[in-house]
């Protein structure tokens, strides 16, 4: 089998161009494609919406196979989805081939995202899977960063189809054979029971401790939604001018990377369920400065949120892995991301309302979120669970 160390850059290069190329094309091209087609700009983010629902419902079954079969060739279809829906979006001419070509990005993102990605390792490494999912999210937090500045040059340069073709060609030539070629299929499953006993398929038990994980992850990916969408705009409610917002907001990035650093180096050795109520105490103490100090303590609710947000993107592979271990983890782990998809996917207008109706305030409503989810984090026990 090839080393961790192939297998984590293949898969943190693939997964930083899916995440480029899907989950973040609508913040540079949304306008161009508004302008390109003639529909309100509304419509291109409800597309996006869609996406985001179908994701969610597509990814238990998108588990499953990867449990059933490990996870090198769903990853490769996912390059050869998101390329064709990227296409399907370059040649978009009206509502129903946006609509279309976004529910074809939506499979593509249940095939090719973090939830795929999480469940390929813990195929191939089982228990040992923790390092390397903390690996390829070191990786993938550079997404935004590769996206935004990439889509923005080419944009001007090319026009908006043109770069859906550029980011589909990216798809297909560079993530493609990374994810065919460098990553190892997966090793063979445990015998069957003896005696012609079934195995009973995974599913919502046991029901206290998924249930408290999906709300967890739903309440975590529902402020991640609403602060990619309006956290300059929130900025600048609480009294920061346009430019103080945005080199607030550019530091969140760079926060989610040094956090996931200093999980890999420094936290690795402790119980992820640390971690990950570590993550959630981040943003209401962010809000807590923000409200205190107003536009100076911009820059660090920033950092605390991306820090926390860091954080939590790596316990949402590995919390699962080490409370229910390896086995049928695809399969849980979707049934634990549709509530967060479907939050994440609700959260920028659900946020935007808020934020319209009673300005600043709404950052008690993301506190409160994030301190709710820390407190069903502490009902959480660090033994391992038989699921």
């Known amino acids: 089998m090839r080393s961790k160390a192939v297998v984590v850059t293949a898969l943190g290069v693939s997964q930083t161009l899916a995440w480029a190329s899907s989950y973040y094309l609508p913040a540079v091209l949304a306008d161009p494609i508004s302008a390109g087609i003639g529909l309100p700009r ?5 597309a996006f919406t869609v996406a985001l629902l179908i994701a969610a419902a597509a990814g238990p079954y998108v588990g499953r196979a990867i449990d059933r079969l490990g996870g090198r060739g769903v990853l490769v279809v996912s390059n050869l989805v998101l390329a064709a829906g990227l296409v399907m979006l370059a040649a978009a001419t009206g509502p129903v081939s946006l609509f279309m070509a976004w529910a074809l990005l939506g499979i593509g993102m249940a095939l090719g995202l973090y939830d795929a990605a999480f469940a390929t390792l813990a195929r ?5 899977a923790r390092g ?82 999906a709300f967890v992850f739903a309440a975590a ?24 917002a945005i080199a607030a907001a550019s530091l969140v990035g760079p926060a989610q990377v040094a956090a996931r650093a200093t999980e890999f180096m420094l936290l690795r050795r402790v119980h992820p369920l640390i971690s990950a109520r570590i993550s959630a105490l981040l943003h209401p103490i962010g809000a807590v400065a923000l409200a205190l100090f107003g536009p100076p303590a911009a820059m660090a609710f920033a950092i605390l949120y991306g820090a926390g947000n860091g954080l939590l993107t790596i316990a949402r592979g590995t919390v699962p ?24 996917a609700f959260a920028p207008v659900l946020f935007g309302l808020m934020l319209d109706a009673i300005g600043v305030n709404v950052i008690w409503v993301s506190a409160g979120l994030c301190l709710a989810a820390l407190a069903a984090l502490m009902c959480l026990h660090a033994k391992k669970i038989d699921g």
């Open 321 to 344: 892995l080490v409370i229910f271990g390896p086995h049928g983890y695809g399969a849980r782990n979707g049934l634990l991301g549709a509530p967060a998809r479907t939050a994440q």
């Open 124 to 128: 191939l490494y089982g228990h040992e």
């Open 221 to 244: 990916w529902f402020v991640t939604g609403a602060m990619a969408s309006h956290l300059p705009g929130l900025l600048e409610r609480a009294g920061a001018t346009p430019l103080e």
């Open 132 to 213: 390397p999912i903390t690996g390829i999210t070191l990786f993938a937090g550079f997404a935004s960063t590769v996206s935004w500045p990439l889509s923005a040059f080419l944009e001007p340069l090319l026009g908006w189809r043109e770069t859906c073709l550029v980011w589909a060609a990216l798809n297909l030539v560079v993530a493609l054979p990374l994810n065919r070629f460098l990553l190892p299929p997966a090793p063979p499953l445990p015998a069957a029971p003896a005696h012609g006993a079934k195995e009973e398929p995974v599913g919502w038990r046991p029901y206290r401790e998924m249930f408290l994980l």
């Open 42 to 46: 509304a419509w291109v983010f409800g």
